[in-house]
């Protein structure tokens, strides 16, 4: 869980370094029932300041400089393009995804294993990444193992979490939850 991502009191330490507050989140964790294969968008020079990113980078990279030589340069260009299209720090209109939706349906038509896109968090700074995956693939390729309810308790620079309830009986079709304390409020 990225807490960069979900509170905006992570983002900005700077100016939120000395606050206090306490707030809740609910976090789910999925079991990968078979290997999948989501779209990777990161040809970004910002995505490549985590490790992680650096590696998957360099992996379709030189892939991609294998199969098709004569074309490195070309297909850096259109990249770094449409990975600039799923990394804007501003939107202020839906139209604004027009490409990066665009771009993702393409890759579905192209490759019917692709499930969904994995793309750099701006939020975080591009040291993590969002993934967006389709729910009749999410059903078909995963299983919810947990829900937990968090309680996020920051004092000042100090933060401290604590997993406060669990689902106990996710329900039919995953409705309904049951939660391990019905009291809580």
């Known amino acids: 869980m990225s807490l960069i991502e979900t509170s905006e009191i992570f983002r900005d330490m700077e100016k939120n370094g000395n606050l206090d507050k306490k707030f809740y989140a609910t976090l789910g964790r999925w079991k990968l029932k078979?290997?999948?294969e989501v779209l990777e968008i990161i040809f970004s020079e910002d995505y490549l300041k985590s490790e992680e990113n650096r590696r998957a980078f360099n992996y379709h990279w030189n892939n991609l400089k294998n199969q098709l030589p004569d074309y490195e340069e070309r297909f850096k260009l259109i990249l770094e393009f449409f990975t600039s299209e799923f990394a804007k720090k501003i939107i202020d209109s839906h139209e604004r995804y027009k490409i990066s939706?665009?771009?993702?349906?393409?890759?579905?038509?192209?490759?019917?294993?692709?499930?969904?896109?994995?793309?750099?968090?701006?939020?975080?700074?591009?040291?993590?990444?969002?993934?967006?995956?389709?729910?009749?693939?999410?059903e078909e390729n995963f299983e919810l193992a947990n829900v937990s309810l968090l309680e996020i308790d920051k004092k000042?620079?100090?933060?401290?979490?604590?997993?406060?309830?669990n689902v106990v009986d996710f329900g039919e079709n995953l409705k309904n939850f049951t939660w391990e304390n019905k009291d809580f409020n």
């Open 101 to 138: 939706s665009s771009y993702f349906n393409l890759s579905l038509n192209s490759s019917p294993n692709i499930g969904g896109v994995k793309y750099p968090s701006v939020k975080s700074d591009y040291l993590g990444y969002n993934l967006a995956l389709l729910p009749e693939f999410l």
């Open 156 to 165: 000042g620079k100090s933060t401290t979490v604590e997993i406060v309830n």
């Open 34 to 36: 078979k290997e999948t």
